[in-house]
């Protein structure tokens, strides 16, 4: 079945604990990108990644960092998580850019206290 | 700042009836426009995408876009309870996806 995985799926954590949320997609999609979703704002962009070792920052990059070291994984990571990063996130997968629409993850609720 | 905006309803309407859902978007170089539907608790799912002036059908989903205006609308004909959702509008153009924050649609039985 095609998809794209994230794991966890609700995490707690405590502030300043550094976290990795995984992603990984089986289409052989080039382009991955990682979005949150907050009440009232909507989807928000990270980051994104049009290719191996090609990443670049969103709109709402501040304090996480990303890697793509193989084309079907695009982890997510938090070095100091702070109350702020409390949200829910999705990483999302299309086969070039976001011109041909996503297939999302399942979506991971990060609590931050 | 792009922006994609969306009136976030709610919107009800009768089962059986049209629901149409309207967005705008601010950049001008968007040329790839999409509608999402989520459910609550769940991820978004992709239902309709468009990349040129007028409409597009899809079964009971109709897909419009006016370029001049910069608007996106979606129709949802015979709409049914299980149509209940959040719809969110998305422009996309390169390498950025703008999305709004989303309609949620109550379809009454």
């Known amino acids: 079945e095609a998809q794209v995985t994230q794991n966890p799926r609700y995490l707690i954590t405590v502030t300043g604990k550094k976290l990795t949320v995984t992603c990984s997609q089986n289409m052989n999609h080039e382009y991955m990108s990682w979005y949150r979703q907050d009440p009232g704002l909507g989807l928000r962009q990270i980051y994104y990644s049009m290719n191996v070792e090609v990443t670049d920052k969103g709109d709402v990059p501040e304090g996480y960092k990303v890697s793509r070291k193989e084309k079907r994984n695009f982890p997510l990571i938090l070095e100091s998580p702070s109350p702020n990063q409390t949200s829910l996130y999705f990483c999302a997968s299309s086969p070039q850019t976001g011109n041909y629409g996503y297939t999302f993850g399942s979506g991971t609720r990060l609590t931050v206290v | 700042q792009k922006e994609v905006e969306q009136n976030s309803g709610p919107l009800s309407v009768p089962e059986g009836a049209i629901a149409s859902l309207n967005c705008t978007y601010s950049?001008?170089?968007?040329?790839?426009f999409f509608w999402y539907r989520q459910y609550s608790g769940k991820s978004p799912e992709l239902i309709m995408s468009?990349?040129?002036?007028g409409d597009k059908e899809d079964g009971r989903f109709t897909a419009q876009l006016n370029k001049a205006s910069q608007y996106v609308s979606l129709l949802i004909r015979d709409s049914q309870p299980s149509d209940s959702a959040t719809y969110l509008c998305a422009g996309g153009g390169g390498f950025k996806t703008i999305f709004g924050a989303g309609t949620r649609l109550f379809v009454k039985a």
């Open positions: 950049d001008r170089g968007s040329q790839s």
């Open positions: 468009i990349y040129s002036n």
